[in-house]
Antibody
Framework: QLQLQESGPGLVKPSETLSLTCSLS??????????WGWMRQPPGKGLEWIGK???????QYNPSLRGRATISRDTSKNHFSLRLTSVTAADTAVYHC?????????????WGRGTTVTVSS | DMQMTQSPSSLSASVGDRVTITCRAS??????LNWYQQKPGKAPNLLIY???SLQIGVPSRFSGSGSGTDFTLTISSLQPEDFATYFC?????????FGQGTKLDIK
């Protein structure tokens, strides 16, 4: 059974880079049926899709992040990562990783519990 | 971006009640619509995909319907474990977008 676990610093200073990792057990980041995505939920707000990486390493991002996000993968460690540069308080959120089906209707069937990231000096 | 509007934003109901939550897309999305349940501190859980297909392991009291712009999630008889937040998500076009959520609590 697939499990996803987010990890990374819980506190990041303004203007610095947020780095998170999602570790997989029970599947592979090179599985061609799926994409691997990141979402976030700021306090008191709804979910926001950050982006995804597919089995070949192809990526797509939410334009709202203005090029600050990078999703990568490490096939040897079977994990994928999120980097978000130049963070501000608005990036404070619970960050979730998830597995998505890379075909209609692009649903996400397994999610991590999420990790809280606070941006503060 | 595709806007997803859920209603109501909160709902109070009793065990055994029938509950319906709606989700409206700003443009037609065929059946690229998915529903999730989330409890505090837990991972979101996929309930319904492709508007009306029940995810494996999800109780049959959950059902979904709709296509185009208007969708519904129905819980036929609320159970205590169903009190949670529900949200819809469109997979029609990136950036994928979510409804703002419907918090279902006990009356």
């Amino acid at each position: 059974q697939l499990q996803l676990q987010e990890s990374g610093p819980g506190l990041v200073k303004p203007s610095e880079t947020l780095s998170l990792t999602c570790s997989l057990s029970g599947d592979s980041v090179t599985n061609s049926n799926f994409y691997w995505g990141w979402m976030r939920q700021p306090p008191g707000k709804g979910l926001e899709w950050i982006g995804k990486i597919d089995y070949s390493g192809g990526t797509q991002y939410n334009p709202s992040l203005r090029g600050r996000a990078t999703i990568s993968r490490d096939t040897s460690k079977n994990h994928f990562s999120l980097r978000l540069t130049s963070v501000t308080a608005a990036d404070t959120a619970v960050y979730h990783c998830a597995r998505g089906h890379d075909f209609w209707p692009y649903h996400m069937d397994v999610w991590g519990r999420g990790t809280t990231v606070t941006v503060s000096s | 971006d595709m806007q997803m509007t859920q209603s109501p934003s909160s709902l109070s109901a009793s065990v055994g009640d029938r509950v319906t939550i709606t989700c409206r897309a700003s443009e037609a999305i065929s059946t690229y619509l998915n529903w999730y349940q989330q409890k505090p501190g837990k991972a979101p859980n996929l309930l319904i995909y492709a508007a009306s297909s029940l995810q494996i392991g999800v109780p049959s009291r959950f059902s979904g319907s709709g296509s185009g712009t208007d969708f519904t999630l129905t819980i036929s008889s609320l159970q205590p474990e169903d009190f949670a937040t529900y949200f819809c998500q469109q997979g029609y076009i990136t950036p994928y977008t979510f409804g703002q959520g419907t918090k279902l609590d006990i009356k």
